[in-house]
């Protein structure tokens, strides 16, 4: 079985702070694993992915994540946040030929000015 | 119309109405899901269905009755509900049955049970 531990569940930051957003899972199987974002009043949209290759995936918002086996995590972080990256940010496994994806509880980034 | 569309937005209603969610992707997968989301708790897989085909019912309760009539449409019949579904309830699509996991989520419809 797959499972997904977001380790913050609230992460305040003023603008123009970096941030790491950490995420860890455990599974027995080769996974796919990925961001989402939920911003206010809307569903969930991808960030970014790892399917394989190099471990450190990017977005075109300027997050990146990277993916360690040895630590089974997949932490999210951005160099310089905006305000307008207040959002909720969802990691997720996937099995690599199934259906499920298991999403963790999310952790809300909140930037302040 | 693009991506995936969900109606109604937000619904009410009692515990001893029917009504029904409404899911169409317009993005030619054929996949889709239903997620139920509630405040503080993971995201909980309902329901997927491939080709049409139920794969996955994750244990949940009779109440919430799933239709998948082709590929773009998705229906969660809801009856006799409880105050605990009040929850948002996500449709989600994706292509090639989940070769890379990549999940195309609706807005949600959001449940309030009274």
């Known amino acids: 079985a797959q499972s997904v531990t977001q380790l913050d569940s609230q992460v305040p930051v003023f603008e123009e702070a970096p941030v790491e957003l950490r995420c860890n899972y455990s599974?027995?199987?080769?996974?796919?694993l990925f961001w989402y974002v939920q911003y206010p009043n809307q569903g969930l949209q991808l960030l970014l992915k790892?399917?394989?290759?190099?471990?450190l995936v990017e977005s075109i918002n300027g997050f990146e994540a990277e993916f360690n086996k040895s630590q089974t995590s997949f932490h999210l972080r951005k160099p310089s946040v905006h305000i307008s990256d207040t959002a909720e940010y969802f990691c997720?496994?996937?099995?690599?030929?199934?259906?499920?994806?298991?999403f963790g509880a999310g952790t809300r980034l909140f930037v302040k000015a | 119309e693009t991506g995936v569309t969900q109606t109604p937005r937000h619904l009410v209603m009692g515990m001893t109405n029917k009504k029904s969610l409404k899911c169409e992707q317009h993005?030619?997968?054929?996949?889709m899901y239903w997620y139920k989301q509630s405040a503080k708790k993971p995201l909980e897989l309902m329901f997927v269905y491939s080709l049409e085909e139920r794969v996955e019912n994750n244990s949940v309760p009779s109440r919430f009755s799933p239709e998948c009539p082709n590929s773009s449409h998705l229906f969660l019949h809801l009856h006799t509900l409880q105050p605990e579904d009040s929850a948002l309830y996500l449709c989600?699509?994706?292509?090639?049955?989940?070769?890379?996991?990549?999940?195309?989520f609706g807005e949600g419809s959001r449940l309030t049970v009274l």
């Open positions: 790892y399917l394989s290759g190099s471990t």
């Open positions: 993005l030619g997968h054929n996949a």
């Open positions: 599974s027995s199987v080769s996974v796919y």
């Open positions: 997720a496994v996937s099995d690599t030929g199934g259906f499920k994806t298991i």
């Open positions: 989600a699509s994706s292509q090639n049955q989940g070769v890379t996991g990549e999940l195309f």
